[in-house]
């Protein structure tokens, strides 16, 4: 059977690198629906050339530019943002490429949750944001969650045939990104282009700058932590340059396994939109001799704080993980437009969740005013302190 895709957030790099597997897999996937949020040219390109049944442009400036141009084909064209979570309802797909990066990615994966559609998730900050609501919901629903990120896609392959067998440890890989080794003296001068320039992932900018601050890897940590039902305590990071190794599962019995590959996120992509069976991704083999060697290093948590501060947020539960990633966010889009300087994204995340501590999160309600708030107090905290 042709498996019929709906991918929210085309245009990204992983929405791109999703098609490129389903161009390779005609007989068995289909793109049925196609989604971005301001680049309606590539938009275009992709629904002409994929022909799916909808496509929503969330920017609704764009929308007759859209509609105009696919008007000689039968696709749909809807626009906003509330249609992102209209769409998500719809019946024409059987699984949803959760690939909108940030806090907007919540509400339609929730939504295509709630219509029992399978999810393969590439927004982690879903879960950071909601992921108790998320998991009891997709447990509730018989939903499957499969894991797009290359670690947490590595973890769900580690656990295939262990049934019960219990989880003594996730170690999480980090390439420590482009300012491995450096300390506060050199990152106090970096620039938005030097802090794009990812040795080893093709990521698009907000991604690749939580990866430069190590937030990526804390974000991580609370997925893993709602996606395999780890504590803390049971979750460990470590830094792997090579990107070889995407993430190890330690048993009782003392055997660690890992999954290795070359680091191209088709990989997890293919596994992810065949689960449970593989697809060939257009991925090279791996060759460990030309390899040679792999290495591993403590993290350097005194230069890299957001780390800690997810860990923190972790333990403290209830809206604080809305609160850091509300936090980061701001303090992202802050130093992508060269507002907010590189060292002051740990600053300005630290001093929000200082200044809102914890509550119950206990609905969905409540985390959407947490981020809010928390919007509000970083963009006021940040005027006041740090630009």
Known sequence: MVKRIAIFGSTGSIGRQTLEVIA???????????????????????????????????????????????????????????????????DCYDLMLAAIVGYAGFKPTLNAIDTGKAVALANKETLVVAGDIVMQRAYEKRVPVIPVDSEHSAIFQCLVGEGRNKIEKIILTASGGPFLGKKPNFLVNVKRDHALQHPNWNMGAKITIDSATLMNKGLEVIEAHWLFGASAAQIEVVVHPQSIVHSLVEYADGSVLAQLGNPDMRTALAHALAWPDRVES????????????????????????CLDLAYQALAAGGTAPTTLNAANEVAVAAFLEGTLPFLAIAELIEATLDFLPATPAGDLEALVYADLTARREAQRIMQRSFC
Do not use: W
């Open 24 to 90: 390779a897999h005609p007989d068995k996937f289909t793109a049925e629906i196609l989604t971005a949020y301001t680049n309606e040219k590539l938009l275009i390109e992709q629904a002409l050339a994929f022909n799916p049944s909808v496509v929503v442009i969330a920017d609704e400036k764009k929308y007759k530019t859209v509609k105009d141009a696919l008007s000689d084909t039968m696709i749909k064209v809807f626009a906003g943002e509330s249609a992102l979570c209209e769409v998500a309802l719809m």
């Open 282 to 305: 257009g991925v090279a083999p791996l060759d460990l001799l030309a390899i040679g060697q792999l290495n591993f290093e403590a993290p350097d948590r005194q230069t890299f704080r």
